[in-house]
């Protein structure tokens, strides 16, 4: 049962043999690296507050489908016009309560544009609906347009009551009351043919997806700190003196971060099912791409720890890291609205991938055979990360 | 004061050997700065091209090929001329255009007869070409609906006979609008995102490179240096002050910096420079009078140093740093010291002038005293030895 340590304790890798200590040596390091977790009640704030302030702020209230924000500050009598605006699909209406603070919307960029409609129109003489939009922004002729074919419509209706009472001699009931006979139908139709049913729309679904990678991420990178932590205070160096080889301790330390990660993945998993009824679809698909993408966390983790020297290093950098690899794999708005170049950057990120398969699964219904690539992919970065991470902690070990 | 200076002074050399300093002050808030800027700058780039077939050759088939060769001159659209259904199809599934439009045969004709006709759209779901180009149709569509409305309630309400209908087809056309679009431009909005996360950034590094003092002073009380320095004949309180000196030059120079990548390499402009100096030193301060407070209300520098992360990405994401947030939860924005400097600085941007700040600054100064009024009595904690 019981090898005796006669190889020296500095062999890593595959030709090392795992000694019989080692389960309980690699259980020890892992409930010690989670009770520590645990105790760290800052720590928690960010494993398992944040993800859920960021769904809770930027989760229902995206609006990057590719609508055109448009601005409206509409009164009572404009309600027609309001609601033909907010039934566009090019756009995406958002009331104001004044033209100033319009105004002021437009020019932060907050909206693409803005409206003010004022009633009431059937009055003889012209509406004039006031088209706030800065004529330098690329987006403004598009909204423009959407808005120019709502009020086209709206005008058809009030023209003719006009043209019946001025032209025709109708008093203004008989007008109304002829047009209200008018049958609602289209006088020329758009008939749809929509090739892609399963276009991209984001919602909380999307934003659960999202913040699953990227803080799986974060907390792997903040996690890795501890690897620092422990090289510093020398309990790497003491556990060699142990029984436990490096081998044993390098994968004691793996299977802590990969707890770690697993447990931030969990926590936003059935947090947002919970508090946002976020759905992620095949349990099956989802646990191999949450396994998987814990292993990239893991090795990320492990090589960020082996190559900085202090923790105050690592607590400054872990963050923006973080958030920077966020951004750039989509994990902070989807890579569909960035230019082509930020595109193809972002697939050098871990997160896309992994995205990509929780959109597949979680949005589009998809199953383990529809994600293998994706996972191919990620068990790449999983095995690049880690095989780097542990041939540069093995030296420092070996140094220590 | 000296003595301050000679410390705030040895303060900024250790902070700058130290690479994280670095990375909090520069690296980072330029690095997001940047891949935000680039990442988010063309989601307003509108690029539309659309195929379109015209198999009618009549009324219906020139009003929208009118209708998009407007749009085209107003640069919202691309059009591709193909040649019919099946080439507007392959342009569409080859990704050439973003969708496509044809008029089928026979569309004129049924709208003289009165009868309803349709346009086919070949699109994606959800995607902007598409609501482009139903937005070309419908604004076409309008048209003849206007006819058959004024014909329709003529004929309903008996002015006109059915057969003389065609009359009123030139009154329908030639009617003033009832609704028109008046364009109010506005001159000077904020020109691409850049203008924004620059700011957006500096705001929120800030409370990072301010936050680093007070961490540091709780540090040299348990390395003891504190002690040592407490057997100098200077007062206490020029220990305090050249710490703070160091942080706020480290974070002016870093706001600065982050001014000038921003201008010079991304095209984002600031707006009015006292405007975003005033800003930038009220920010500062209330960045300083905040994580003073957390210092004093903890214990170890590991609290000190957690608490100010917690309390300053939640402030960051409230305040709209990593963008603005959905219109019901704005006024949470206003409720941060950087959601308030955010706000001006961003106004500033967008070419307001230096009245914009006043509110803003107003607010940030409310932060500062209150944080300042509850720390100041607790502060000599941080240097007891």
């Known amino acids: ?400 | 004061m000296r003595a301050a200076l000679v410390i705030a002074a040895r303060d900024l050399r250790g902070r700058l050997r130290d690479r994280s300093a670095l990375v909090t002050a520069f690296a980072a808030p330029i690095g997001l700065a940047v891949i935000l800027s680039t990442a988010l700058g063309s989601a307003d780039d509108v690029s539309v091209t659309l195929a379109f077939a015209d198999a009618d050759g009549g009324q219906v088939g020139q009003a929208v090929a009118q209708a998009l060769a407007g749009a085209a001159e107003d640069g919202v659209v691309t059009v591709v001329e193909a040649a019919d259904a099946e080439a507007v199809r392959a342009a569409v599934d080859a990704e050439e255009a973003g969708a496509g439009l044809v008029v089928p045969a026979g569309a004129s004709g049924a709208i003289s007869a009165g009868q309803p006709a349709t346009v086919q759209l070949m699109r994606t779901a959800g995607g902007l070409s598409g609501d482009i180009a139903e937005a070309v149709v419908r604004g076409v569509a309008a048209q003849f609906e206007r006819v058959r409305q004024v014909v329709e309630v003529g004929v309903r309400s008996g002015a006109v006979t059915p057969a003389d209908a065609g009359e009123l087809v030139p009154l329908a056309l030639d009617a003033d609008p009832a609704v028109r679009v008046v364009d109010e431009p506005v001159r000077g909005s904020l020109p691409n995102a850049a203008s924004y996360f620059g700011p957006a950034m500096a705001v929120f590094f800030v409370f990072f490179v301010v936050g680093a003092g007070p961490q540091s002073l709780l540090r040299q009380r348990k390395e003891g240096t504190l002690a040592r320095l407490a057997a100098a004949p200077i007062p206490r309180a020029s220990i305090l002050v050249g710490t703070a000196l160091s942080v706020f030059a480290l974070a002016l120079v870093s706001i600065a910096t982050l001014w000038l990548v921003m201008s010079l390499g991304f095209g984002a402009t600031w707006g009015h420079p006292a405007g975003v100096v005033v800003l930038a030193v009220a920010i500062t301060l209330a960045a300083a009078a905040i994580t003073t407070l957390v210092a004093t209300l903890a214990r170890t520098e590991e609290q000190v140093t957690g608490w100010t992360s917690v309390i300053v990405f939640t402030l960051a994401l409230l305040g709209g740093s990593f963008g603005t947030l959905p219109p019901a939860l704005e006024p949470l924005s206003l409720a941060t010291p950087n959601g308030l400097a955010l706000r001006g600085l961003v106004d500033l941007a967008a070419g307001g002038g230096l009245d914009v700040v006043l509110v803003p600054l107003a607010g940030v100064a409310a932060f500062t005293v209150v944080a300042l009024a509850v720390a100041l009595p607790r502060a000599d904690r941080l240097v007891a030895p």
Request: aromatic residues 4%; contains cysteine; charged residues 15%.
């Open chain 1, 1 to 400: 049962m019981t090898a005796a340590p006669t190889r020296p304790r500095t062999d890593l890798g595959g030709q090392a043999p795992v000694r019989a200590s080692a389960p309980r040596a690699v259980a020890a390091i892992v409930s010690t690296a989670l009770r520590r977790v645990a105790r760290d009640r800052v720590g928690l704030f960010f494993i398992v507050v944040l993800p859920f302030l960021v769904i809770l702020l930027f989760g229902a209230g995206a609006e990057r489908d590719g609508s055109l924000a448009l601005g409206v500050v509409a009164d009572q009598d404009a309600g027609a016009l309001l609601e033909a605006l907010e039934a566009d699909p090019a756009l995406a209406v958002r009331r104001f309560d004044d033209p100033d603070t319009l105004t002021r919307a437009v020019r932060r960029r907050e909206v693409v544009a803005g409206v003010v409609a004022a009633g009431p129109h059937e009055a003889a003489g012209t509406t004039r609906v006031r088209w706030i939009g800065d004529p330098a922004s690329e987006a403004t002729p598009a909204a423009r347009l959407a808005v120019q074919s709502v009020v086209a419509e709206l005008d058809a209706r009030l023209v003719a009551q006009r043209v019946a009472t001025s032209e025709l001699g109708l008093s203004p009931e008989q007008a109304h009351s002829a047009a209200a006979g008018i049958a609602d139908r289209p006088t020329l139709a758009v008939d749809q043919d929509v090739t892609d049913e399963q276009a991209f729309t984001f919602g909380v679904d999307e934003s659960a997806q999202h913040n699953l990678v990227l803080f799986v991420f974060i907390t792997g990178l903040t996690g890795g700190a501890a690897l620092i932590e422990s090289r510093r205070l020398g309990t790497a160096r003491r556990m060699l003196a142990s029984p436990a080889s490096a081998a044993t301790i390098l994968l004691g330390e793996a299977a802590a971060r990969f707890a770690i990660a697993l447990g931030q993945a969990l926590i936003v998993l059935a947090g947002a099912s919970l508090f946002f009824g976020a759905r992620w679809g095949d349990p099956v698909a989802v646990t191999a791409v949450v396994l998987l993408f814990c292993l990239v966390g893991t090795g990320a983790a492990m090589l960020f720890g082996s190559v900085l020297s202090s923790t105050d290093q690592a607590s400054a950098i872990a963050a923006p890291l973080g958030i920077g690899l966020g951004m750039l794999g989509g994990a902070l708005w989807p890579l569909e609205t960035v230019p082509p170049a930020m595109q193809a950057l972002g697939r050098a990120v871990p997160h896309s991938w992994a995205i990509e398969a929780l959109r597949e699964v979680g949005s589009r219904g998809g199953g383990l055979t529809d994600v293998l690539g994706p996972l191919a992919v990620l068990a790449g970065f999983a095995a690049a990360l880690l095989t780097v991470a542990a041939w540069r902690l093995g030296v420092t070990l070996r140094r220590a």
